[in-house]
């Protein structure tokens, strides 16, 4: 699966984004996916994932929601109320067969697409 995120910006903050996943070679239904970002220095972090009925979001975060549109191929994080420490750069991955308590773990998964970047100004 070739993996295509988009939608990332500069917005202000208490602003919201809408980030895509966009797939294409296979379904992404059979896929777990997840969102991951990486600011400046830091390590990558996970944010969200999502199995084909379920998903799972980083409570940390809370005001990040993910979703899919199978019709669409897509997989979708919105942000909402952002800050400036949410600036990064975010990445999309998936991988079949990926379990619970691996969907935190970057190394869980072997397709990533290019990655966004979300400037948040403060």
């Known amino acids: 699966v070739q993996l295509q995120a988009s939608g990332g910006g500069l917005v202000q903050a208490g602003g919201s984004l809408r980030l895509s996943c966009a797939a294409s070679?296979?379904?992404?239904?059979?896929?777990?996916v997840a969102w991951f970002r990486q600011a400046p220095g830091k390590e990558r972090e996970f944010v969200a994932a999502?199995?084909?009925?379920?998903s799972n979001e980083d409570s940390v975060k809370g005001r990040f929601t993910i979703s899919r549109d199978n019709g669409k191929n897509t997989v979708y994080l919105q942000m909402k109320s952002l800050q400036p420490e949410d600036t990064a750069v975010y990445y999309c991955?998936?991988?079949?067969?990926?379990?619970?308590?691996?969907?935190?773990?970057?190394?869980?998964?072997?397709?990533w697409g290019q990655g966004t970047l979300v400037t948040v100004s403060s």
């Open positions: 991955a998936a991988d079949r067969g990926v379990i619970t308590s691996s969907m935190r773990d970057s190394r869980a998964y072997n397709y």
């Open positions: 070679g296979n379904p992404l239904y059979s896929y777990v």
């Open positions: 999502i199995r084909r009925f379920t």
